[in-house]
């Protein structure tokens, strides 16, 4: 099913040409992140249980942001409600975009934090839950991007989350359990990982212009031993005569297993001409943030 996505930024889903490969998003430095309009949005990160232990991944997170020109914190989920509040209080005197980031039990506070905003039609920019506890409850409608980094089989982690009925924001679920180097406690600190979610929060906190566009869920199992990259949504496209999943996985740059997941049963060659194709995309491309040659069609 189509959900309306919500982005800021000049780029419409659907449009962009060929996306920027893992690579290419892990070899750009964040000073070229920044973008000509000053940063303008709060992130509010939170540990998990022991977090000053076992959660410091979100305070080398949070340090990169604030390196990157945003406003950002760490707390601990067990005041979570207190930082809310406080956070409606703060919005309503001088609205920004509002990005909530989670580690385990931390995952489950920003939904709970995104709940308390929906009570008051207060938007939440971005949420990115990393590997948050089962008991995390689903998106609320407020939340117009979701990102859930998860262990499937994780005891201590492992929710995977789901939005709630009516849904119309972005939605993409990296379900990273066949990745055996990775753990619930160091799930957090992955540099790339880092490295893609501070791009995607100096988009949102440095473009103004707002417009909705067309996306599809994704919810991926990761394969062993491939890069990991942050998709935002899908975008349909339709397959022009001798298409393929492979042609179109060059085409657009993405891995071909990223097309074989979300599009069941389409693996056969060559595609029906007209036949509807998902393709993984960011909805602001990266490249126009990093200064890369590639640009939208």
């Not at 008051?120 to 008991?135: F, M, Q, R």
């Not at 979701?146 to 379900?175: E, M, R």
């Not at 490295?195 to 566009?213: F, H, M, P």
């Not at 007209?274 to 126009?288: D, F, I, M, T």
Request: negative net charge; aromatic residues 6%.
């Amino acid at each position: 099913m189509l959900s309306a996505c919500f982005l800021y930024g000049g780029s419409e889903p659907g449009v962009a040409g060929p996306i920027p490969a893992a690579s290419e998003v892990a070899e750009a430095p964040l000073a070229a992140t920044h973008a000509t309009t000053e940063p303008h949005a709060r992130v509010y990160l939170f540990r998990g249980a022991l977090g000053p232990i076992f959660s410091r991944g979100m305070d080398r997170l949070a340090k990169q942001i604030k390196n990157a020109g945003v406003t950002a914190n760490v707390y601990e989920f067990t005041i979570c409600r207190l930082i809310a509040e406080r956070a409606i209080t703060v919005y309503r005197e001088n609205p920004a975009p509002i990005i909530l980031v989670g580690h385990s039990m931390g995952g489950f506070c920003a939904l709970k934090f995104a709940e308390m905003l929906q009570a008051e039609n207060i938007p939440v920019s971005l949420i990115v839950t990393v590997d948050p506890a089962h008991v995390t409850p689903s998106v609320p409608l407020n939340v117009e991007r979701y990102i859930n980094i998860f262990l499937s089989k994780d005891v201590l982690g492992g929710g995977d989350v789901k939005p709630q009925h009516g849904y119309q924001g972005c939605y993409a679920s990296f379900d990273l359990s066949e990745h055996d180097e990775v753990s619930h406690i160091n799930i957090d600190k992955m540099d790339a990982v880092h490295q893609q979610l501070v791009t995607k929060i100096v988009q949102l906190a440095t473009t103004s212009a707002r417009s909705e566009g067309e996306a599809v869920p994704l919810r991926y199992v990761v394969p062993p031993d491939t890069p990991i990259e942050l998709w935002d949504s899908g975008m349909q496209v339709f397959a022009r005569p001798g298409d393929t999943l492979q042609t179109l996985a060059e085409l657009y740059r993405v891995p071909l297993w990223s097309l074989i997941q979300i599009n069941k049963g389409a693996d056969k060659a060559p595609l029906v001409p007209g036949e509807r194709v998902v393709v993984p995309h960011h909805l602001l491309p990266l490249a126009e943030v990093s200064g890369s040659s590639h640009s939208g069609r």
